[in-house]
């Protein structure tokens, strides 16, 4: 079992949609979350990153964690073909230096 | 504020060589981390430097190595390649005070 798990789609929503997207992870130690988005053939762009559990929004952007659940959601509103990329949940424990990466969930916005 | 940027942007090697990928941090950015991330996959932590020291490592072979300079830019070192390091390499920077890491472009190795 991975110790990050991620739908990888793709998923497919007609312009305006509310997209949600999750990943689930196994080891409690992990306290950090966060949400990167991807362009083909881009670096990974920071979206947004939390630490508690609870909803955080930033625009048409919310990151929702319950770390009772081991489950974190990313939820995408008005959603534009200009979000059409891969979404990679990372997850980073409090000690150690390194984020783990789900395998990604690839969205298409149709206009 | 400069990002953090990487050179070459791709490459092609054959099979036995060695690489060597660039990156330059974030400015202000003292630490960083060098990923791995195979085709349809999502990245893996090769390694992490701050303070010109390896400062964590993943599962990774000894043929994967790497160098911090004092201006906090870094090299990614390959050795004896194999056609299963075909991917895109990813720096990110950050600070030890911070949990967040920003990528760069990343460089794609093409080995054959």
């Known amino acids: 079992q991975k110790e990050v798990e991620q739908d990888p789609g793709p998923l497919s929503v007609p312009e305006g949609a509310i997209v949600s997207l999750n990943c689930t992870y196994s080891n409690s130690a992990f306290q950090y979350f966060m949400w990167y988005r991807q362009y083909s053939r881009k670096g990974p762009e920071l979206l947004m990153y939390t630490y508690s559990s609870g909803n955080k929004e930033d625009g048409r952007f919310t990151a929702q964690v319950d770390k009772s659940s081991k489950y974190i959601s990313l939820f995408i509103r008005d959603s534009q073909p200009s979000d059409s990329a891969t979404y990679l949940c990372a997850i980073k424990g409090y000690a150690g230096n390194m984020l783990t990466f789900g395998g990604g969930t690839r969205l298409m916005v149709k206009p | 504020e400069t990002g953090v940027t990487q050179s070459p942007t791709h490459l092609i090697k054959t099979r036995g060589q060695q690489v060597t990928l660039r990156c330059s941090s974030q400015s202000g950015h003292n630490t960083v981390s060098w990923y791995q991330q195979a085709l349809g996959q999502g990245p893996q932590f090769i390694f992490q430097y701050y303070r010109e020291e390896e400062n964590g490592r993943g599962n990774f072979p000894p043929r994967f190595s790497g160098l911090q300079f004092p201006n906090y830019s870094s090299e990614l070192n390959v050795n004896a390649l194999e056609l299963d390091d075909s991917a895109l390499y990813l720096c990110?920077?950050?600070?030890?005070?911070?949990?967040?890491?920003?990528f760069g472009p990343g460089t794609r190795l093409l080995v054959l």
């Open positions: 990110a920077s950050s600070v030890p005070r911070l949990e967040t890491q920003y």
